[in-house]
């Protein structure tokens, strides 16, 4: 359960900015930007998911925001990979974006905020608990 005093607004004035943290699989770098929406790259550190990263890329943007002390990601965006190629109609439309947009519609990532200041974070996912430090602050306050 959550121990975080913080309301969900001063949480997300505590995440703008970027932000590093490592998983056991991924280097991961996300700037949160104070018009809501967030770039997140992600280096994959284990040999056998690197064909994952050649597939769908690693550099994805989108929007979040903050909803009862929970952390939310809805990917906008994918990266330049195999899977975003361009179907030439009267518009372009990126088959991977469309399929990250529908996805994110239907299943953002979402993370407990746990703990919170203006350096570290502590967050929890469905399965484990990472830890953030800031690298830089961005926004306008």
Do not use: C
């Not at 009862?68 to 330049?80: C, E, G, I, S």
Request: hydrophobic share 40%; aromatic share 10%.
């Amino acid at each position: 359960m959550t121990n975080s005093k913080h309301s969900d607004v001063e949480i997300e004035i505590l995440l703008l900015g970027k932000w590093r943290f490592d998983t056991s699989s991924e280097k991961i770098t996300i700037e949160f930007k104070d018009d809501m929406t967030y770039e997140q790259t992600k280096i994959q550190t284990l040999l056998f998911s690197k064909p994952k990263e050649l597939l769908t890329g690693n550099k994805f943007t989108g929007v979040w925001y903050v909803s009862q002390k929970k952390l939310y990601l809805n990917v906008r965006t994918m990266p330049k990979s195999f899977f975003n190629l361009r179907v030439p109609l009267a518009f372009k439309i990126s088959i991977a974006d469309m399929v990250a947009t529908l996805g994110s519609v239907l299943s953002a990532e979402n993370y407990e905020v746990i703990r919170i200041n203006s350096s570290k974070f502590l967050i929890k996912d469905k399965e484990k608990s990472i830890i953030g430090t800031k690298i830089s602050i961005t926004g306008k306050y």
